[in-house]
């Protein structure tokens, strides 16, 4: 059963401490990782998508990594509109051609100032 | 640009009630996903519709759940008797299909059940 894993459940930082969240996952078939901030009673949002070991990609403060079996969010100089929970989703394709996402449950960031 | 819209934004009701969810997805996508969310947890799927085709349904959605997206645009998602347990968000998401097939799902900004 495909498995995913968030580390740290919360993490509070200063305004410009940096960190990385991480996203351990066990998935048969990996076919993309997801990352999603979402904010409290809002819809995820989505930022970056990771196809195969080594790939990096970067938004603003933001740079996600991928390995075989973990991902990373590293945040640089965090600012409080940060703020937010970042959730992971690594994805297979099902028989009906669906993209699977198995979502964690998201590490809580709060970024003060 | 308009994303993906989601009404109500809130739904109070005693439980035995029925409720009924609308989601517009992004006008050209052509995949539709139904999840659910409570507390603490990341969306769990529902449902997935290709155009008008229901082609998935998760063992999460009993038989008092149903889910319809005529001429596959916009979608419903009905709960029958509703029960305490019920209670969550219940997010909608869309995503394009095509040649490429990069297929990323943009989330509405959800329904929050509420059953007494």
């Known amino acids: 059963e495909d498995q995913v894993t968030q580390s740290p459940e919360a993490l509070r930082l200063q305004e410009g401490e940096s960190s990385s969240l991480n996203c351990s996952y066990t998935?048969?078939?990996?076919?993309?990782l997801f990352w999603y901030r979402q904010d409290p009673g809002k819809g995820p949002e989505f930022l970056f998508t990771?196809?195969?070991a080594g790939e990096e990609k970067e938004k603003e403060r933001l740079k996600a990594t991928l390995t075989k079996k973990e991902s990373f969010l590293h945040i640089t100089a965090p600012k409080p509109e940060d703020s937010a929970t970042y959730l992971c989703?690594?994805?297979?394709?099902?028989?009906?051609?669906?993209?699977?996402?198995?979502f964690g449950s998201g590490t809580r960031l709060q970024v003060q100032p | 640009d308009t994303g993906v819209s989601q009404n109500p934004r809130h739904k109070i009701t005693k439980r035995g009630q029925n409720v009924t969810f609308r989601c517009d997805p992004i006008?050209?996508?052509?995949?539709l996903y139904w999840y659910r969310q409570t507390l603490g947890q990341g969306p769990e799927f529902l449902t997935y519709f290709q155009n008008e085709a229901q082609l998935e349904k998760s063992r999460l959605l009993s038989d008092r759940f149903s889910a319809e997206r005529p001429k596959g645009s916009f979608s419903t998602l009905e709960i029958q008797r509703t029960e305490q347990g019920d209670s969550a968000m219940y997010l909608c998401?869309?995503?394009?299909?095509?040649?490429?097939?990069?297929?990323?799902?943009?989330f509405g900004p959800g329904t929050r059940l509420t059953v007494l």
């Open positions: 006008s050209e996508h052509n995949r």
């Open positions: 998935v048969s078939g990996l076919r993309g």
């Open positions: 998401a869309s995503s394009f299909l095509g040649a490429v097939g990069t297929d990323t799902q943009y």
């Open positions: 989703a690594p994805s297979v394709q099902t028989a009906t051609g669906r993209r699977a996402l198995t």
């Open positions: 990771l196809y195969s």
